[in-house]
């Protein structure tokens, strides 16, 4: 099923997305439902609800509602950037975020639950922190102080704030290049891609803090320091519920923020999976295009994610706003939207066989153009039947 959302010629744009936005602040408040279930019903299986509601229903909404491919026209985009009602959607998700988050931290603490429970809790408080910083990635984006200052604050709550300096300034400058650690490579599981790319993170986020601190002739270990504003803050709102709720907390606030992150490292490992930016004569990657990222025109999930999943035209153009994102053609296209994406990356087989073929399709066989999993290089060559170019002798 493909949507469609045509204008006539001199009729002026109207966004038929507009209120679909609002699944934005809506869907993340399903955490509640599990709480709520489990109150109503007295059993702590119903903590799962928001689980397969994310993970189950929604890539079953995404399949049978289909892609939305429209575009707005580029003559709207100036008005639709500029209304601010599409702003006050992610300014009111912060604190809708942060309620959430403490919310379910104080059930978890309130609550004597068995070891699932528990393990649903944990999810659940994982979730919220996920939507925090895709509404990060979102606002972090963006060019005015009250954005960028709401995006270290939604980032705060799971302990995630150097992704503030780490995405704008390291993954965009380098992704789909083996530099990047936030870029999986084909033949890499997401188990040994989470490995690389988390402490990788942290190291370039400091490293970037630290060199941009050091040109403006300010100390590293100062409120100047974009990475420790946030981390002030998650020392700040964990030490609040250590007190509120007794130190034990501190038990379901790591593991729970380690899920949050988690979710991160799972979009950060399909949205270039295998995709490789060649170098240019004078030795440096080309420019970031839109057939650098793995796109996902999956209408329910790009609503309540700001359309991430367009993400061939933020990483493009990373300053345009969700609400004008736009679909091009024969771009790396996902089968499902992320929630499903995610589902098959933590299987790795199948992950594999839905994605290696249709990695190999888009950029064909020759490894020159894939970002190949060095510790599987050989063995994928075998297999897929790849050229190796970057071995084969040059011409004297």
Not at 56 to 69: L, T
Not at 114 to 143: D, Q, T, Y
Not at 186 to 210: C, D, H, K, N
Not at 297 to 315: A, M, P
Request: aromatic share 12%; glycine share 6%.
């Amino acid at each position: 099923m493909q949507a469609a959302l045509a204008t006539q010629p001199n009729t002026p744009y109207r966004d038929r997305k507009r209120h679909a936005w609002l699944l934005s602040l809506l869907v993340p408040s399903t955490v509640l439902v599990g709480p709520a279930a489990m109150v109503w019903s007295g059993d702590a299986l119903a903590l799962w609800a928001p689980g397969l509601f994310f993970y189950g229903v929604v890539p079953a909404i995404d399949y049978f509602m289909g892609e939305d491919q429209s575009n707005p026209p580029e003559e709207a985009v100036p008005a639709l950037e500029a209304d601010r009602y599409y702003r006050w959607i992610t300014y009111l998700l912060a604190p809708v975020l942060w309620a959430a988050f403490i919310f379910s931290a104080w059930f978890a603490a309130s609550h004597d639950l068995p070891l699932h429970g528990w393990l649903a809790m944990v999810m659940i408080n994982g979730a919220v922190g996920g939507f925090c910083i895709n509404l990060g990635h979102e606002l972090g984006h963006k060019n005015t102080a009250l954005e960028k200052t709401l995006a270290k604050i939604v980032l705060a709550p799971s302990g995630y704030g150097h992704f503030f300096v780490e995405h704008n300034r390291g993954h965009h400058r380098d992704a789909a290049t083996p530099l990047d650690p936030a870029s999986s490579r084909m033949g890499e599981s997401i188990y040994r891609f989470v490995l690389r790319e988390m402490p990788g993170a942290w190291t370039r986020a400091w490293a970037l803090e630290r060199s941009r601190l050091a040109q403006a002739g300010l100390p590293l270990w100062s409120w100047h320091n974009h990475i420790l504003q946030p981390g002030v803050l998650t020392l700040g709102l964990w030490a609040a519920l250590m007190a509120w709720l007794g130190p034990q907390i501190i038990l379901f606030l790591v593991p729970a923020a380690l899920w949050s992150n988690f979710q991160l490292t799972s979009a950060n490992y399909v949205e270039h999976y295998g995709l490789l930016r060649q170098k240019t004569p004078q030795g440096r990657y080309e420019i970031c295009q839109p057939h650098h990222s793995w796109n996902s025109n999956h209408i329910f999930s790009n609503w309540i994610l700001f359309q991430l999943q367009r993400h061939s035209d933020h990483h493009a153009h990373p300053l345009r706003r969700y609400q004008s994102l736009r679909h091009f053609e024969d771009l790396p296209t996902l089968p499902s939207g992320y929630f499903g994406m995610f589902v098959l990356a933590y299987i790795p087989p199948l992950w594999y066989r839905a994605m290696d073929e249709r990695l190999l399709a888009q950029v064909g066989r020759d490894t020159a153009h894939i970002n190949l999993e060095p510790a599987r290089r050989a063995a994928l060559i075998a297999r897929y039947g790849l050229h190796d170019s970057a071995a084969a002798p040059t011409a004297g």
